[in-house]
């Protein structure tokens, strides 16, 4: 299993919002996945989609994997810097308040995986095991006291 990596750094939205739209696409197939990020409202979907085509543009060119077996196994945001500037118009009279604009880091890492095939039933012919049988238990006779003396 080769794993493919993309990351975006520095992003210009809160982690928070972008888990919003990561949390829909995470574990999916990719052709599945940037399907639902075209159409999802979220301003994070629209950044998250950009990572997630680095990430198979990376899958396909560098390591020659093609994009119908590519899963998104781990979509991973963390907190990025903070950039902190004072607002006078938050806050009581004299004290102002702190605007905090919040920035992201983004991890998307790409997995190849086979696809399931259903497989068909058995024919009767061959018996199960036993533990899969059915096993007919008789209850055990219970003695009495009275029995036991006759």
Known sequence: MVQVRAEGKHLPISPRKL?????????????????????LPQKGAKILRKVVVSASANATNNFSLSE?????????????????????SHGARFNGGMIKRRRSHLKVVLEEKEEKTVKTKESKDKKAPISAQKKKIKPKKTVTKKESKK
């Open 19 to 39: 888990r919003l739209a990561a949390d829909v696409v995470r574990g999916k197939k990719l052709s599945e996945a940037l399907t639902v990020l075209d159409h």
């Open 68 to 88: 119908d077996s590519l899963f998104l196994t781990q979509v991973i945001i963390n907190e990025g810097a903070r950039y902190k500037r004072l607002d006078y």
